[in-house]
């Protein structure tokens, strides 16, 4: 009797365990429907542009939400110049190894690590602190910033922006970072990356 009393027990511990992790649904992110937008600054002017996700998906295991994406940096785009030799000359740049080198490095990647709920929404409207690790370059920095994330229905959509430190991610051109006597040549390191991602439940 006690032995079928422990089978008893073991079989429901594996089947509750397997329902509670069937419930995790799994939010495929619409790289059609999501928008990344850069914006950096050098000393007398800025520039701003577009990035595309390649792929990537939300989690949500009753309410603790986890995610991961992947960034084609080959689709770096540059949108405040008109003159296309300018344009195409920027990006060309961009892509070459005095910055993201994306011959070599095509990906970069951001995956969440602790998105953390606001009791309130915060002055900006934010619902979650979000912390994750950005790769670039084959770099690994952790970077933490605020974010609207909004269920609804079938959908997920998470908007806000990130302070990007280029300098972490050993990206040298026109930093004073590595460069002290650089003067009005200088680039920020510092660039924002501003999201508005969907994700579609699958």
């Known amino acids: 009797m006690k032995k079928l009393i422990i089978l008893f027990t073991s079989l429901t511990c594996i089947i509750i365990g397997t329902a509670f992790k069937m419930h995790t649904d799994v939010y495929k992110v619409e790289v059609e429907k999501s928008v990344l937008e850069w914006y950096a600054e050098k000393v007398g002017g800025k520039h701003n542009g577009t990035i595309k996700l390649s792929q990537g998906e939300i989690s949500n295991n009753h309410g603790n939400l986890n995610g991961n994406f992947e960034i084609d940096m080959t689709s770096i785009e540059n949108k405040d110049l008109t003159n ?9 740049h961009l892509k070459s190894a005095d910055f993201f080198d994306t011959e070599k490095f095509p990906k970069a990647t951001f995956v969440i690590t602790s998105l953390t709920a606001y009791d309130t929404p915060t002055i900006k409207g934010a619902t979650h602190k979000v912390t994750g690790m950005l790769t670039i370059k084959d770099k690994a920095n952790e970077i933490t910033f605020d974010a609207i994330v909004k269920p609804e229905g079938l959908k997920i959509y998470c908007e806000g922006t990130a302070i990007v430190d280029r300098s972490k991610f050993d990206i040298k051109y026109g930093s004073k ?16 990356l501003k999201f508005n991602i969907v994700a579609e439940r699958k």
């Open 84 to 92: 296309e030799g300018s344009k195409a000359k920027i990006e060309k």
């Open 177 to 192: 970072t590595f460069f002290k006597d650089i003067g009005d040549k200088m680039i920020y390191d510092e660039f924002k």
